[in-house]
């Protein structure tokens, strides 16, 4: 019996010393996953901006996609409360963990396109999110437009 309490006793003690490493190693990972992602969006405004010829409305200009891969909590990754996308750059929010900003690094205007009244791109659920960035020539300004695809 005595034996059964202590092995018990010491199994909680070393599961609540290993929690926390556990938690830091989840909120590392998916803050590992969202800079890249968003970085790969920032690189594909920068390459389009740089390297495509941009062509007056309404005809279609260059384009890239991008994929943006919020992660689901679980014993690998924290969950993500919010990433959001502005003219100024992609901000993420990990839930109880830190927060960033990636900003833009392109001489063309960036302008994002909400599927809402909203001044923003705001994803909030699990999955993957695909986002369409376009170059066009509006009022004499080489411009990125984002949206979503799906």
């Known amino acids: ?5 202590l092995t018990v006793t010491l ?10 490493a556990i938690e830091n190693a989840q909120i590392q990972r ?8 968003l970085q790969s969006v920032r690189a594909a405004a920068t390459a389009l901006a740089a390297s495509e010829d941009a062509i007056e409305p309404p005809a279609p200009g260059a384009r890239r996609v991008v994929t943006v891969d919020l992660p689901e909590r679980d014993l690998s990754a924290a969950a993500v409360e919010s990433v959001r996308i502005d003219a100024e750059g992609l ?3 990990i839930v109880e963990g830190p927060s960033d ?9 960036v302008v994002v396109r909400p599927r809402n009244d909203h001044e923003a791109i705001t994803l909030t659920a699990a999955g993957r999110h695909h986002l369409v960035l376009s170059l066009q020539y509006v009022n004499a300004t080489r411009t990125v437009y984002i949206e979503r695809l799906d």
Do not use: H
């Open 1 to 5: 019996m005595i034996r059964t309490v």
């Open 11 to 20: 199994a909680v003690a070393i599961l609540a010393a290993a929690v926390p």
């Open 30 to 37: 998916t803050e590992t996953t969202l800079t890249s992602d």
């Open 91 to 93: 901000t993420y929010q």
């Open 101 to 109: 900003t990636v900003p833009f690094e392109t001489d063309a205007r």
